[in-house]
């Protein structure tokens, strides 16, 4: 765990970073078009370890490269 901080200040973690775009809409499969994480990531977030952020976020990727191959723009 990276933690930064002196006798006065708080903890503060390095954690990985949410993918949001502020695009928030789902598809008829619940696939946010904005940053292409399941309904189910997206509500797992915020309580997911680094590494479960980053499957979901390997996850999203494959999903936009599955969207940008079939040619669908958002």
Do not use: H
């Amino acid at each position: 765990m990276n933690v930064n901080a002196t006798a006065n200040e708080p903890l503060i973690e390095n954690r990985v970073g949410s993918p949001c775009v502020r695009k928030c809409c789902l598809d008829d499969n619940d696939i946010c078009v904005g940053c292409f994480r399941s309904l189910e990531e997206i509500r797992q977030w915020s309580q997911a370890d680094d590494g479960t952020r980053q499957r979901f976020l390997a996850n999203a990727t494959s999903r936009e490269e599955g969207y940008q191959q079939k040619g669908w723009s958002l």
